[in-house]
C-alpha cells in the first residue's frame, strides 16, 4: 500500500498526551499506522488535501446493539420506559434470523462511519433462528470498519421470573461454549488488531448470577474484555436491591465485574460509592446520552465521572432507543446533557470530542487507536467545515457547537471507507433497500 499524506489541514486536534492542535499541518500515513504529524511533510504516494476541514481521530463507539437498526421508531415502543419498551420489542425481535441480523449490521455500521466513527463495539444478546455472531463480524470486515463484537446472552426467560421470552434464551453451557468458538475463531489480541471479541452477558436481569460469574472466569481465561448493561435507570437499581440485595455496583464487584478489561454501559444511576469503586479499579463506562434521553432513564453522572478519573467512552446504544446512530450527534448530546444538570461550563466541546476519541478507545483496551500520533493506528476523520453548518466559526469546536454531522472523509488503519461524504467500501443504496423490505416483513409479523 502507497503512503499516504492528508496535507494542510485547517486544524489537526490530535488527543495526543498534550492535547496539541496544529494550525495548516500534515499527517503521514504508511502501512495503516501514523508515522509522522507536523508541517511541511511530503510524499510520493497518495495525497488527500485537507483544506478547510478539521482532522480528529475516528470516533469511537463503545455500546451498540446493530441489529436494532431493523426497528427503529416501533409505535408501541416509542414511549416507554426501559422495562416495558422491551417487552414490545422482544417478540418482534425473535422473528428476525441471520438475513436480518447482516443487513442491519451493514447499515448500523455505514450510518456510524458516515458519522466519523472507525471503531465500534456491538453488543448481540439474542440468537433467533439460527443468527451468529458471526453474521455481524461478516458486515463489519466487508465494510472495513475496526469492530469489537461482544458474545451477549440471555438465559432467565419468562417462566423462570426473567423479563424476555423463553423462545429467546439460550441454556447456560450452550452460552459458555458459543463464547469459546467465537473467541477462538476471531479474536486478534495483537496491536492493530482489526477485530476483538468480547463476552457480554447482556444485563443481571436476563442472566444468573453463576452466568455472571462464569463469564468473568472465561473471559479472564481467554484474556478478552468483558461488557453488559448495568444500572440503566431506576427500575435497573430496584431489580438488583429486591433480587439481589445489592446495588448494581456491589452486584458487579462480587462476580468479578470490575477491572480495566470491563466496560459497563449506561451506568445513569451509580452513586458516590460505585464512582469510586469503578474508578479505584480501572472499569470502565459506556455512556449513551441519546438513549438516556429517549427512555427517560436520566442524566448519568458524567462530570462526576471524569472527575474522580472513571474512564468513559460514548455510545449510540441500539437504534430501537435512540433511534439514531449518529456518533459526532451523541458527543453533542453529552455535552449539551452535562449543560442541562450543571450549567454551562459542565462540559466543552473538546472534552466531549476527546470522551468520543481517546475516551472510548482507552475503553475498549485501545491504546494504539484514538489519538493522532506516529506509531498509532491510522484511524481519521476529516471534516469539511466550510459547509452551512459552521460556516462563520472562529473555533474548531464548531465540530460540536454546530456541525457538520456526517464526515467528509474517513480512513480505517489508513484505508478509506468514507470519501466525500459517501461510503466506498459499500453500495449503500442496495443495503437500505433490503433492510426496508426486511423490516417491512417484520413489521407485517410474516
Ligand atoms: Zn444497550
Known amino acids: 500500500m502507497p503512503d499516504i499524506l492528508i496535507r494542510n489541514a485547517d486544524h489537526i486536534l490530535t488527543m495526543n498526551d498534550a492535547r496539541d492542535e496544529l494550525r495548516g499541518a500534515d499527517i503521514l500515513i504508511r502501512d495503516g499506522m501514523i508515522v509522522q504529524v507536523g508541517h511541511g511533510l511530503a510524499t510520493d504516494g497518495d495525497v488527500i488535501g485537507a ?13 451498540h446493539h446493530l441489529y436494532q437498526s431493523m426497528t427503529r421508531a416501533v409505535p408501541g415502543g416509542q ?3 426501559l422495562f416495558g419498551w422491551l417487552k414490545t420489542l422482544y417478540p418482534i425481535w425473535a422473528r428476525m434470523g441471520p438475513e436480518e441480523i447482516f443487513v442491519s449490521a451493514q447499515a448500523g455500521l455505514a450510518e456510524l462511519a458516515l458519522s466519523g466513527c472507525s471503531m465500534t463495539s456491538d453488543h448481540l444478546y ?32 419468562e417462566s423462570a421470573g426473567g423479563l424476555p421470552p423463553d423462545a429467546l434464551v439460550e441454556k447456560e453451557t450452550a452460552i459458555l461454549d458459543d463464547c469459546i468458538r467465537v473467541i477462538d475463531a476471531h479474536h486478534d489480541p495483537h496491536e492493530g488488531a482489526m477485530l476483538r471479541v468480547g463476552v457480554a452477558p447482556c444485563s443481571p436481569f436476563s442472566v444468573s448470577r453463576e452466568l455472571m460469574r462464569d463469564a468473568a472466569l472465561l473471559a479472564r481465561d481467554k484474556g478478552v474484555m468483558l461488557h453488559t448493561h448495568l ?43 460505585e464512582i469510586e469503586l469503578f474508578a479505584r479499579t480501572r472499569t470502565g463506562a459506556a455512556h449513551c446520552p441519546c438513549s438516556n434521553c429517549r427512555l427517560g432513564s436520566g442524566i448519568a453522572p458524567l462530570r462526576a465521572m471524569r472527575d474522580a478519573g472513571l474512564r468513559v467512552g460514548l455510545g449510540v446504544d441500539g437504534s430501537a432507543s435512540n433511534d439514531t446512530g449518529n456518533l459526532v450527534l451523541e458527543a453533542r448530546q453529552a455535552m449539551l446533557l452535562q449543560r442541562v444538570a450543571r450549567g454551562a461550563d459542565a462540559m466543552s466541546a473538546r ?8 475516551g472510548g478507545a482507552e475503553v475498549l483496551g485501545r491504546h494504539d487507536c484514538g489519538r493522532i500520533a506516529p506509531g498509532k493506528r491510522a484511524d481519521l476523520a476529516i471534516w469539511d ?11 474548531p469546536a464548531a465540530l460540536l ?22 461510503m466506498v467500501t459499500l453500495d449503500l443504496r442496495a443495503v437500505l433497500a433490503r433492510q426496508r423490505a426486511l423490516a417491512a416483513r417484520l413489521a407485517g409479523g410474516a
Open 401 to 422: 457547537l454546530a456541525g457538520p454531522v456526517g464526515v467528509r472523509d474517513l480512513l480505517v488503519e489508513g484505508r478509506t471507507v468514507v470519501r466525500d461524504g459517501r
Open 79 to 81: 414511549d416507554a420506559l
Open 51 to 63: 483544506a478547510g476541514c478539521v482532522v480528529t481521530p475516528g470516533l469511537v463507539n463503545t455500546h
Open 385 to 395: 467545515v466550510g459547509g452551512f453548518e459552521s460556516a462563520g466559526s472562529w473555533d
Open 231 to 273: 444500572a440503566e435507570n431506576d427500575e435497573d437499581v430496584a431489580y438488583s436491591l429486591a433480587t439481589f440485595g445489592c446495588r448494581p455496583g456491589q452486584y458487579a464487584e462480587d462476580l468479578g465485574w470490575v477491572g480495566d478489561d470491563v466496560w459497563h454501559a449506561h451506568c445513569v444511576k451509580l452513586d458516590g460509592q
Open 351 to 358: 472534552e466531549a470530542l476527546e470522551i468520543a476519541t481517546r
Open 126 to 157: 439474542l440468537y433467533p433462528n439460527g443468527a451468529r455472531l458471526d453474521d455481524t463480524i461478516a458486515a463489519a470486515a466487508e465494510i472495513g470498519l475496526r469492530f469489537h463484537p461482544t458474545r451477549g446472552a440471555m438465559s432467565i426467560g
